[in-house]
């Protein structure tokens, strides 16, 4: 455990843990409640946890990268919308009580966890490791948490996939999107980090401009053009 010694590296896996704990009480506990207002309830928990715990710690670099994360989620509402008004691909669960457009509230920060998860591995692997290995890693993170949250949060659910090709509970067609998102993310932040805030708000916007664009085209090449449907 001789990463655990780095004091950010230390704080990064135990605010996880926590989290982990958190949502799995949350989630997994009978309750009253829907599972889309207990996912609001995760969702909020970690967004406020990161700061918190960043700025008591004095993980200046982990605001930063919340930030970004964080306004990225935001945005991420777009694709998803598009993705399940318009695509008709993608469903949310029946309980949903606040939403944006066609998409849960919760979505809204949904993506800052995975995010703000890709974007620190990234940097980490950038500061001990050679540069050529950082995007093939990220790219492997990206596909493994990614992956997972397609294979698994439609049994909550979470949201899940309708009327397209699958492996197991995954879409056939959002795999390189997904890749691509979170390699994207890392290598903006990666650019911008350093920056005003106002360019890190249309770095953002860039990235899920990029994402959008990835996820209907795949759509189209996969759905349209090689199965025909």
């Given at each position: ?41 995760v969702?909020?928990?970690y ?10 710690r ?10 970004f ?15 399940s ?5 993608l ?10 457009g066609?998409?849960p ?29 950082v995007?093939?890693?990220?790219s492997?993170?990206s ?21 397209v ?14 890749i ?23 770095a953002?916007?860039l990235?899920?401009?990029l ?9 189209f090449m ?5 199965l025909?449907?």
């Amino acid at each position: 455990m001789k990463g655990l010694k780095d004091p950010s590296i230390r704080d990064f896996v135990y605010v996880h843990l926590l989290f982990a704990a958190v949502a799995a009480a949350v989630l997994l506990t009978p309750a009253m409640a829907g599972i889309s207002a207990r996912m609001l309830v995760v969702v909020i928990a970690y967004n406020v946890m990161i700061p918190l715990v960043a700025l008591q710690r004095g993980h200046t670099e982990w605001v930063r990268i919340w930030l970004f994360a964080f306004a990225l989620s935001i945005l991420q509402i777009w694709p998803a919308g598009y993705l399940s008004a318009e695509l008709g691909v993608l469903a949310f669960p029946d309980d949903i009580f606040l939403m944006i457009g066609a998409v849960p509230a919760y979505m809204a920060g949904f993506w800052a966890i995975p995010l703000f998860t890709i974007i620190y591995v990234g940097q980490f692997v950038q500061k001990r490791w050679a540069d050529k290995w950082v995007f093939a890693i990220v790219s492997a993170i990206s596909l493994a948490i990614f992956g997972t949250a397609e294979a698994t949060l439609w049994m909550l659910p979470v949201w899940y996939a309708v009327g397209v090709a699958m492996i197991g509970h995954v879409a056939v067609y959002i795999i390189v999107p997904d890749i691509i998102l979170g390699l994207s993310t890392y290598i903006t932040f990666d650019i911008i980090r350093e920056r005003p805030l106002w360019m890190i708000a249309i770095a953002a916007v860039l990235v899920m401009i990029l994402y959008l664009g990835c996820a209907v085209l795949s759509f189209f090449m996969i759905e349209r053009v090689l199965l025909g449907t």
